[in-house]
Nanobody
Framework: EVHVVESGGGLVQAGGSLRLSCAAS????????IGWFRQAPGKEREGVSC????????YYADSVKGRFTISSDNAKNTVYLQMNSLKPEDTAVYYC??????????????????????WGRGTQVTVSS
């Protein structure tokens, strides 16, 4: 059975940091495309970042550029999202999602939700002011 599981969420003060993890199982990390998304109360789910085995760079939403860094550890089948300089507006449930058996972030829009076919249950991130 293939699935992805998020962890690492929590409560942090504005300006603080958190590192989220997305552990994948049931498929190899030889070819992968993993995205991070978030959904705040009353808002639509939005793309945060995407990383893949074949793209020469990761992708980021403008709202997190310079503050968030996505990375992967192929040996651990895990993708990380390092979040620094957190703001109250970053408060949301964060989800990781995979495009199964694909080695590049979706084109032309890496943050197009229907392109991702395997979703985790999410982890809550709360940033207090």
């Amino acid at each position: 059975e293939v699935h992805v599981v998020e962890s690492g969420g929590g409560l942090v003060q504005a300006g603080g940091s958190l590192r989220l993890s997305c552990a994948a199982s049931g498929f190899t990390f030889d070819d992968y495309a993993i995205g991070w998304f978030r959904q705040a109360p009353g808002k639509e789910r939005e793309g945060v970042s995407c990383i893949s085995s074949s793209d020469d760079r990761p992708y980021y939403a403008d709202s997190v550029k310079g503050r968030f860094t996505i990375s992967s550890d192929n040996a651990k089948n895990t993708v990380y999202l390092q979040m620094n300089s957190l703001k109250p507006e970053d408060t949301a449930v964060y989800y990781c999602a995979s495009v199964v058996a694909v080695s590049a972030c979706p084109r032309p829009r890496w943050n197009y939700l229907p392109s991702y076919d395997l979703w985790g249950r999410g982890t809550q991130v709360t940033v207090s002011s």
